[in-house]
């Protein structure tokens, strides 16, 4: 009898301020098995490496005998893909900032590791497997509990001399008035046009707190006037920022992701209004689409990564 071979894989972590997600996955971007367990954001860096390399063991005790020849990470933070540290984090990763992601990765798992922002391994997904594969360029917006962004230029995020790029959330909205962000700073993007910032509009305008947007979106498609107008407030905002955006950058096209984008028909109906009240004439046919690759993308991504590293 011939031997059955399977194919190679590398490994995928996707680290989020609520969930942890660890993939295999082919060359070709076939995910063969996958484990998502909630992340211990405030238990500490020790706590979320350790639940991260747990997840990554499992999976290879489970793929009987493949080898796994790599590791790649995208993270919630600022992420230095030089050397996989992370510069900075919000609270929902408690002492997440100054931790060496890849280096703490590598000693437990003994595999070569390559780590990169959760958004621009998004982006990465999508422009190798999903809505953007085969195009040039790149313009993902990320938009749910904040608001991130990336562009991809031939296979690659631009991740700036910081790390930093893809703050599209902190970008001023002339939609977000005077609000405070979660950053310190006012008006905003994320202030009006996040998850939690639409539920707050909604709590502002009718004295009536709700527990987070999905509350608004039912009350929106029961028929409430002024949820409607939230969530079009919504989608007005966001799209104004990616006309904005493809005003500065000219990508070929332009993905739009996260949670927020669940929103329905209408949310989405006022994004691209919005974005061609924005855009120059001659980007007017510049495409925007809704992500394809869904939770997988950020997996997906960065996995490509990986594969990178074993060429």
């Given at each position: 009898m011939s031997e059955v071979?399977?194919p190679?894989?590398?490994?995928a972590?996707?680290i989020?301020?609520t969930?942890t997600?660890?993939a295999?996955?082919t060359?070709?971007g076939?995910?063969?098995?996958r484990?998502t367990v909630p992340t211990?954001?405030r238990?500490?860096?020790t706590?979320?490496?350790?639940?991260a390399?747990?997840?990554v063991a499992?999976?290879?005790?489970?793929?009987?005998?493949?080898?796994?020849?790599?590791?790649?990470?995208?993270?919630?933070?600022v992420i230095?893909?030089?050397?996989g540290?992370?510069?900075?984090?919000t609270?929902a990763l408690?002492?997440?900032?100054?931790?060496?992601?890849?280096g703490r990765?590598?000693a437990?798992l003994?595999?070569?590791v390559?780590?990169?922002?959760?958004?621009?391994?998004?982006?990465?997904g999508?422009?190798?497997?999903?809505?953007?594969a085969?195009?040039?360029?790149?313009?993902?917006?990320a938009?749910?509990?904040?608001?991130?962004?990336s562009?991809?230029?031939?296979?690659?995020?631009?991740t700036?001399a910081?790390?930093?790029?893809?703050h599209?959330?902190?970008?001023?909205s002339?939609?977000?008035?005077?609000l405070?962000c979660t950053?310190?700073g006012?008006g905003?993007?994320?202030?009006?046009?996040s998850?939690?910032g639409?539920a707050e509009e909604?709590?502002?305008r009718?004295?009536?707190?709700?527990?987070?947007?999905?509350?608004?979106a039912v009350?929106a498609?029961?028929?409430?006037?002024?949820?409607?107008?939230?969530?079009?407030?919504?989608g007005?905002?966001?799209?104004?920022a990616v006309?904005?955006l493809v005003n500065?950058?000219?990508?070929?096209?332009?993905v739009?992701?996260?949670?927020?984008?669940?929103l329905?028909?209408?949310?989405?109906?006022a994004?691209?209004?919005?974005v061609?009240?924005?855009?120059l004439p001659?980007?007017?046919?510049?495409?925007v689409?809704a992500?394809?690759?869904g939770?997988?993308a950020?997996?997906?991504?960065?996995?490509?990564?990986?594969w990178?590293?074993?060429?």
């Amino acid at each position: 009898m011939s031997e059955v071979r399977t194919p190679p894989v590398v490994a995928a972590l996707d680290i989020g301020g609520t969930k942890t997600a660890a993939a295999l996955v082919t060359r070709q971007g076939e995910v063969v098995d996958r484990i998502t367990v909630p992340t211990p954001g405030r238990a500490g860096a020790t706590a979320i490496i350790d639940t991260a390399a747990d997840l990554v063991a499992r999976l290879r005790a489970r793929a009987m005998g493949t080898r796994v020849s790599a590791l790649g990470v995208g993270s919630a933070g600022v992420i230095d893909h030089r050397t996989g540290r992370v510069l900075s984090a919000t609270d929902a990763l408690a002492g997440w900032a100054g931790t060496d992601l890849s280096g703490r990765l590598r000693a437990l798992l003994d595999l070569p590791v390559t780590a990169i922002n959760d958004v621009h391994a998004h982006a990465l997904g999508e422009a190798r497997h999903g809505a953007a594969a085969g195009h040039q360029t790149l313009l993902l917006i990320a938009v749910g509990t904040g608001i991130g962004a990336s562009f991809v230029v031939d296979g690659s995020a631009l991740t700036g001399a910081h790390s930093a790029a893809g703050h599209a959330g902190h970008q001023p909205s002339p939609y977000a008035g005077r609000l405070r962000c979660t950053c310190g700073g006012q008006g905003h993007l994320e202030a009006i046009a996040s998850g939690p910032g639409l539920a707050e509009e909604y709590a502002r305008r009718t004295g009536q707190p709700v527990g987070d947007l999905r509350a608004v979106a039912v009350r929106a498609a029961d028929g409430d006037p002024i949820a409607r107008e939230v969530v079009l407030l919504g989608g007005a905002a966001v799209g104004s920022a990616v006309g904005g955006l493809v005003n500065m950058l000219d990508p070929a096209v332009v993905v739009i992701g996260g949670g927020v984008a669940g929103l329905g028909d209408a949310w989405w109906q006022a994004l691209r209004d919005a974005v061609r009240r924005e855009t120059l004439p001659v980007l007017d046919d510049v495409p925007v689409l809704a992500s394809t690759l869904g939770s997988d993308a950020p997996l997906l991504g960065a996995a490509a990564l990986a594969w990178e590293g074993t060429a």
